[in-house]
């Protein structure tokens, strides 16, 4: 939202030159970045640590606003109904972008076109947890397991349908050809307190959340989706060296606008929030929690991957008949 004029610009020749003075050092509106989930999940530990480093680039106060609802969509359509300015942005995870807009039903909004990319800040993979009592301690014996029980008495948690570990669950279960049940919540904190709980037997999980549960012995890391090892957890093979070859299945966060934004101030956003991602303290943040650094990309070629990452979910949802619950 613009600062309101004041009289003195409607009257500069009256204004003296300590009340010009003044009047532009007025401090800036704070800047709200909007987390579509619940405090505690993944997106919520990066998006947090994102703004302590973002605030000094804007030379602005970062307020995080956390917004859960329907795996973060509606914090995302909060966000592309606001005002195109420059004080409320959307601090996303892949999936609220290119994955929940094909999956709603009536919805008015399309996030493709009502959301502006500024920057991508992390590039990450899922890792697959398991409550220490599931009786399996790699991928082929908890692959062994699976196919022992009834088909969907085993169960994997996610933030909501269209979340990042329900989409993630979804692919696992189709490359292993094996068939778990899902249950949703509201957010991925929950979803993976209750794998901790022993209420659900699997989560997949980006990995903030979950390294230090897999450290304290409070979860059993199986395996990490990515295309290669975390650093953070150098033991835990991935899926394709653990024996499921093709199961590739990574994410990523990043920082949206609402469209129409003028181009000035999406392009200083952009620069500020590029600058962040680059400090050695977030990407100190980002090893400790198992992420990595975003590509170094302009802006354009980051807005045309969101499109081709799109499509692609447009036409996989059709396939796998993904529908809100």
């Not at 300590?18 to 990066?46: H, K, M, N, S, W």
């Not at 959307?90 to 909004?109: C, E, K």
């Not at 150098?234 to 966060?253: M, N």
């Amino acid at each position: 939202m613009l600062l309101p004029r004041r009289a003195l610009f409607a009257t500069p020749l009256l204004a003296t030159p300590c009340t010009v003075t003044r009047a532009l050092a007025q401090p800036a509106r704070p800047v709200t970045l909007v987390v579509p989930y619940a405090a505690g999940g993944g997106t919520d530990i990066t998006g947090r640590e994102f703004a302590q480093v973002f605030a000094p680039e804007l030379n602005q106060t970062v307020v995080v606003d956390n917004r859960g609802g329907a795996a973060g969509h509606v914090g995302s359509v909060s966000v592309a109904r606001a005002r195109p300015d420059d004080t409320t942005l959307l601090f996303a995870v892949s999936t609220n972008i290119v994955v929940n807009p094909h999956l709603q039903r009536g919805d008015r909004i399309d996030l493709a076109t009502a959301l502006a990319p500024v920057a991508q800040v992390s590039s990450y993979q899922y890792l697959l947890v398991v409550h220490p009592d599931v009786p399996a301690q790699n991928l082929a014996e908890l692959l062994a397991f699976i196919r022992s029980r009834p088909a969907g008495e085993l169960t994997y948690s996610s933030g909501g349908v269209g979340n990042a570990n329900h989409l993630a669950g979804l692919l696992f279960s189709e490359a292993a050809k094996v068939q778990m049940e899902h249950v949703p919540y509201r957010g991925t904190a929950p979803a993976l307190m209750d794998v901790v709980a022993g209420r659900v037997t699997m989560n997949f999980s980006s990995p903030p959340p979950a390294i230090p549960l897999v450290r304290e012995g409070k979860l059993r890391a199986i395996a990490v989706t990515g295309e290669k090892r975390i650093a953070t957890l150098p033991d835990v093979p991935t899926l394709t060296e653990a024996g499921l070859p093709g199961a590739v299945i990574t994410g990523w966060h990043g920082v949206f606008a609402p469209a129409g934004m003028e181009p000035a101030q999406l392009e200083r956003l952009s620069a500020a929030a590029k600058r962040a991602a680059a400090t050695a303290k977030f990407r100190e943040r980002l090893a400790h929690d198992g992420l990595e650094p975003a590509p170094e990309r302009p802006l354009a070629e980051f807005a045309a991957a969101v499109r081709q990452e799109s499509d692609f979910w447009a036409q996989k949802a059709k396939e796998l008949d993904l529908k809100l619950e």
